[in-house]
Structures are given as C-alpha cells and as structure tokens.
C-alpha cells in the first residue's frame, strides 16, 4: 500500500519564515524608501507619495472584510502564488512608470494581495499548524520580518543611490518571486488532514484517528459570538492605535534626512527599527508563553514610547538609531500579541474571519496614518506633530490591550461549552 505523503508543520514554518523574511521585508518595509528619490526624479510631493501608502492599505483593509472566509475555502496553494506573482510584478512593472496614476493603481492590486498573503497567511497558517510553541514559532516567523527589513532596507537604499531606484524596483521584484514562490506552490496548506494522520504540533495522536474524531480538532467560538464581546472591541481599539502609529514608519528615514542627516543614516535607523521588531517580535511570542502578559505588554509599550519620543528629544546618530531599535521592539505587540491573544481568547474555529476584520480595521487605519503623516508634514515642515500624536495612540493601546485580554477567562469558559 502507497504511504501517503504528509505536511510536516516545520515545513510550514520555514515557509512562514521566508514569505515574512522577504515578503514583509521588501513589500512593507522598504516603500519609503523610494520617496526621495520619485520626488527628485518625477517632481511628486509626499502627499502624493503618500497616497501610494493610503491606497494600499485602503485596497488591503476593503480586502480583509472578505479575505478570511475566501482564505478557509479555496486552495491556499494556488491563491498565495496568485498573491506573490502579483508581488514580484508589480514591483518589477514600477520601473516602467513616470507618473503617480500607474503607481497608485499597483500599489492598490498589491494592497489586495496583501490581505491574503502577508496579513493573514502566517499568523493564519502557524495557528493551524501549531498548538504547543504558538508563541514560539509566530514570534519567530513574524520577528523574521524585522531581519529582513533590516537587510533589505540597507541592501535596496544602497542600490537607490548607485544604481538608480528603477533598477531597485526590477531587483526586488525578482527576488519576490524567487525566494517566495516556490513555498506557496508546493508547501503551503491551510490546516492539518486528521483523516490522513496530519495533526498540529503538539496535539497527541488518537488510536484510531477516525472521521468524527478530524471534526472535533477545531475549537472556539463563531465570529458572531467573538462580535459580541467586549475584549473584541478592546482588541480593535488595540489595532487600530498601533497602526496608526506604526504608519509613520515609512515616513522615518525622511524625518532623519530633513533632521539634517544622510539617507544612509535614515535606513540606518529604520534598520535599527526593523533588528528590533525581529528581536521584540522573536521574544514576545516567547515570552507570552512564560510570563504574565500584563508585564510583557507593560514593558513593550513603555518601549514604543521611549523609541517614538525619542526621535524628537535626541536627534543624534547614535541615540536616533537606538530610539529605533526601542520603538521596533514596541512593533512586536501589534504584529505577535494582538494574533496571539486574538487565538487565545476566541480560539481555532473562525479565527481567519475575527482576525481579518481586526486587521482591516488595522488596514484602515494605516491609511490614514500614511496621508495624515504627508499632510502634516507639508503642512508644518516637519514630522514632529505626528511622532507626538503617536505617544498619545501607544498609551491608549496598551490600556486597551490589557482590558481586551482581563475578558478572556469568560470567553474560555463559552469556547469550551461550544466544543463540546
């Protein structure tokens, strides 16, 4: 008899591990980077730049209201390639442009894709994949995303400047498809087969694994239920805080260079921001596992605002790029705990349709942050009103974020009367 050929859950971990490395490190990370130069170049002004930002977030947030019942339905394999095709093109079809309409119009198709292959796939993925090491393996995958941005930030701001940004944009978008494309293909799957002998890992195996015994794997509550709760709310005042804050930081390396700095010192300190989302990220899921998530959030929020106020009191080299890597260990709430509590609370059963929802909220609020940051600047010459307002958001989010997890223990009690 033919053995059947079994998903290991660590290979869809490496696969979560490089679509983030790559995927976040080049799609998300390093679009600001380009600012400077289409200004110079095609004589655009950062609100239109801006735009860019707004449009594909926009597209992303819309896409989120549906994405997490599409993303439970149809073959994973083939719509995340679909995602990633879209990716590498784009970027590769940017170096044809001359004017804003173009970029507009592909930021806002990959803004679509990105629901689907960046927002949820990981946190979506390694949920269904994984019951022990959750924490482990999402603040991993996900703090990978910092490494990469890291790199590419330096790596693509360094090709900017000697080889011009269209060749950049033909690069990146060839590196998307190489390194992502074939994890999507030929790796990825939603969840686990029971009836196959898949299981998450962590989940002991049953003697007998039999058809009734695969339909009771999946616990939690619906959607509707999850709506009804207040830690819902919490969570999405939690989201939508933490992204509009974290919408600045594509605008970061142009408040270094307007603070009178190089655009090396300004990747310089969003390389600083992205080694310390990938630290925070990697240790958060760790550390939720651990300890008390009250200390964790409280020392990760006390962070955020010191990196974020930072960048106004101590405008040196240095301390500028310390403040980053402060301000991306802060990054590790929005991007690990809120996924992480989010499961925690409301458990396996809709996870995909409650996350999708807190992170269009997310979405939305991104977009705004990215025009109201570009409008603020040319309003008043300066980022300095926006790194304020962000102070404000990171103390709401962190009051939030613990009232949202204080309703857990009553929400587990209604998540085990439904799997029963």
Known sequence: MKKLKLTNPWTIFIGCCVLSFVGFGII?????????ALSEELGLNKTQLALTLTFQAVACAIT????????????????????????????????????????????????????????????????????????????????????????????ISDIIVEQGWRTATILSGILILVCILPFTLFVFRFRPDPGKGELPYGREPNNGIDKIAAKQTVFGIT????????????????????????????????HIVDLGFSLTVGASVVSGIMI??????????????????????SLYAISGIVGWGGLIFFPSEQALIVCGFLLGLG??????AIPYFVRKTFGNKEYSQIFSILSMVGSFASAIAATLAGVLFDSTGSYTLSINLNLVFYVIAYVCILLGYSFRRKITVLKEEKAV
């Open 28 to 36: 998300v990370n390093t679009h600001g980077l380009y600012f400077n």
């Open 64 to 155: 989120l209201i549906f994405s997490g019942k599409i993303m439970s339905k149809v073959n994973t394999q083939l719509l995340l390639s679909i995602c990633v095709v879209i990716f590498g093109g784009g970027f590769i079809l940017f170096a044809t442009f001359k004017t804003i309409i173009p970029f507009l119009v592909v930021w806002t198709i990959i803004g679509i894709a990105q629901a689907f292959a960046l927002v949820l796939a990981i946190p979506v993925l390694l949920g269904n994949w994984f019951e022990k090491k959750l924490g482990l393996v999402m603040g991993i995958a996900l703090g990978i995303s910092g490494i990469g941005g890291a790199f590419f930030n330096t790596f």
């Open 223 to 254: 959607a509707k239920e999850a709506f009804r709760t207040p830690s819902f709310y919490f969570y999405l005042i939690t989201i939508f805080s933490l992204s509009i804050a974290g919408g600045l930081v594509q605008h970061i390396s142009g």
């Open 276 to 297: 310390g989302a990938a630290i925070g990220k990697a240790l958060i899921g760790v550390l939720l596992d651990l300890m008390n998530p009250n200390i964790v959030i």
């Open 331 to 336: 990054q590790g709430i929005v991007l690990v």
